[in-house]
């Protein structure tokens, strides 16, 4: 276990000569994404020693982060050296006392933790045994009453946080601070990413690049295993001994203004988004019908070989490859194509020739999927990795990055020798489609936001939906019931349009007309689709179609939305009414769509 990603929380830390308690805010404001159950900070104040702490929970009725930003100021501000936390539930609910940062039983030491301690319960019972008090249910709390007891055992602060390491099991990046020693943070980690920035005298900690990068451009990262004392007076060592990294430039914005939420602003992005992807179409060329990936180019000879491919995501990063995977079977790249979830990642399914493995995540971060890629690695595979964050876990450990899974399926295609001049056409239609992409995605916003602001007042009190598609729109119809479930919180299926006469279809027919949403387009699959509609319609739902082609599904459709055709891509563009009806029914049934219960964004714990 001790090389496996755990950190589905944030960590910030500071040690300088300015108002820490800022500093630190600002940090895990950033840092919401890998958490938002509770949030907190502790400081050591320069003018008495003491060692203070601010920190909640959310509510049904309240935000944590609200609550600390109305009030952490009055106890910390001007203190110099500080932790603060973002949390993501593991051990023990949503209050208070759970909430990061924890103090030791006598409150000499201040701890926030990322990862999960396999062992907490046995140490646990030790410290129980000798009469020391806890206050919450966490994990973390059992390593910082740890800390307390070696420190009554006469040891050094130093000494004491090492003792107590040697004790756990599991995964760890720590972030700790003694009152007796306001110039030093003793830090920590062990299959969780921690990184150091630096700026003059300044030190600034965070367990992601996003949040230093609003204090300095320049950081060092932890290694596996590795504990650090650290001070101002060792920056310079720091930068001499270990290798100094560029932090990513990223743009940080607050509020989603002017868009009440910001799942709306990112549904209305994502033209802009997808036209950055595409590099402005600098990643393929039109006129030659090929595609250029630099960071992939250096290595034709060797991923050339690939006759066999795994795709490996969560979530959505799943959903994508199975669409990638229907590409890859259109351009017949490949001999095999599997899509898999990383727990099914194993030796028994890897093909024994000839392979290579893709793998997906958003943040680059996901734990799940590390330990496949780690697998994969040890079995010396060839590896590629789609990720959004450059120099994360995933993007370092495969060493090649790249952030479309459409173009690395045209690589393979026109660097396969004997493949490209046989099926040109496809191609040639296929990076057309992409081509038009942004500005078909910018256009479904426009036409269909109406639309569905008005049908989520229908689907409000539905208990269940299913979202139904086929071929290439299937993978778009689990995306879309991933999407229904997060924010609504209303049950939500995909299926294959010939496979509810297995047992959906038992489903339909009672007092509630169930919402069911078609994917019907104009493609091989508009048949089965049809067909599909009409058994669906006889059963008594209320069917919702988005199509490109009103005329396949107004017979049967209750309410139609209607999208643009974009050849092979078609179904992409389907993504968007179906977030768009995730969104509004979930403001119209009164859940704030930018907090989905028990989730977090960025998924690194088991």
Not at 71 to 77: F, G, T
Not at 537 to 543: T, Y
Not at 572 to 578: D, E, G, K, R, T
Request: net charge neutral.
């Amino acid at each position: 276990m001790g090389n496996e990603i755990a950190s589905c929380c944030g960590i910030m830390a500071y040690l300088g000569n300015r108002d820490a308690s800022k500093i630190l805010f600002d940090g895990i404001e950033v840092l919401q994404n890998r958490g938002y159950d509770s949030c907190g900070m502790s400081t050591i104040s320069r003018t008495n020693g003491t060692l203070k702490t601010t920190k909640y929970a959310s509510s049904s009725t309240s935000d944590a982060i609200e609550k600390l930003r109305g009030n952490y100021s009055a106890s910390h501000k001007n203190d110099k050296i500080g932790i603060a936390h973002t949390r993501w539930a593991t051990h023990g609910c949503k209050v208070d006392e759970n909430a990061h940062p924890h103090m030791d039983y006598n409150e000499r030491i201040s701890i926030v933790h990322n990862g999960i301690i396999e062992n907490y319960r046995e140490l646990k019972t030790f410290l129980l045994g000798k009469k020391i008090p806890f206050k919450s249910n966490t994990d973390t709390e059992v390593v910082a009453n740890l800390i307390g007891y070696f420190l009554d055992q006469k040891e050094s602060f130093q000494n004491a946080v090492l003792s107590a390491i040697r004790q756990l099991e599991g995964t760890w990046s720590f972030c700790i601070i003694h009152k007796d020693h306001p110039d030093e943070m003793i830090l920590a980690a062990n299959g969780s990413p921690l990184h150091i920035g630096f700026k003059d005298n300044e030190i600034f900690v965070a367990s992601e690049h996003s949040a230093l990068f609003l204090f300095t451009n320049e950081y060092i990262s932890l290694k596996n295993g590795e504990i650090l004392s650290i001070n101002k007076e060792k920056i310079h060592d720091l930068k001499m001994e270990k290798k100094v990294e560029s932090i990513p430039a990223v743009v940080i914005q607050k509020t989603p203004h002017p868009f009440p939420h910001w799942t709306l602003k990112e549904i209305h992005e994502q033209s802009l988004t997808l036209s950055k992807t595409l590099n402005n179409g600098g990643r393929f060329s039109i006129l030659n019908s090929s595609v250029k990936l630099g960071g992939l180019d250096p290595y034709v000879d060797e991923l050339s070989k690939i006759e066999n491919i795994i795709l490996v995501g969560c979530g959505t990063s799943y959903y994508a490859a199975l669409f990638a995977k229907y590409v890859m079977h259109y351009l017949n790249c490949f001999n095999t194509v599997q899509v898999m979830d990383p727990t099914d990642f194993n030796v028994s399914v890897i093909p024994k020739e000839k392979e290579g493995v893709i793998f997906i995540s958003q943040s680059g971060e996901t734990r799940d999927v590390i330990k496949a890629c780690k697998l994969a690695d040890d079995l010396n595979l060839k590896k590629l990795s789609v990720v959004n964050s450059v120099g994360s876990t995933i993007a370092n450990m495969t060493g090649r990055e790249v952030s479309v899974l459409t173009l690395i399926a045209i690589w393979f295609f026109q660097n396969k020798e004997g493949t490209y001049h046989s099926s040109h056409s496809k191609v040639s239609s296929l990076i057309n489609s992409m081509h038009r992409l942004p500005l078909y995605a910018g256009t479904t916003v426009k036409s269909c936001e109406a639309k569905c602001k008005m049908l989520a007042n229908k689907l409000t009190n539905a208990k269940s939906m299913l979202i139904v598609g086929n071929g290439l729109s299937y993978p778009i119809a689990l995306e879309g019931a991933l999407k229904i479930k997060e924010l609504t919180y209303i049950h939500c299926e995909g299926f294959t349009g010939s496979a509810l006469k297995h047992g959906p279809y038992a489903l339909l027919g009672g007092e509630e007309n169930m919402p069911v949403i078609m994917l019907v387009f104009n493609d091989s699959s508009k048949n089965v689709m049809i067909n599909t509609g009409e058994q669906i319609k006889s059963r008594g739902a209320h069917i919702i179609c988005l199509t490109d082609d009103e005329d396949l599904c107004k017979h049967f459709a209750d309410d139609i939305i209607l999208i643009p055709n974009n050849g092979l891509l078609t179904p992409l563009l389907a993504v968007i009414p179906l977030q768009m009806l995730a969104y509004y029914t979930s403001v119209a049934r009164g859940n704030n769509p930018d907090r989905p219960r028990c989730l977090a964004k960025t998924v690194t714990v088991s």
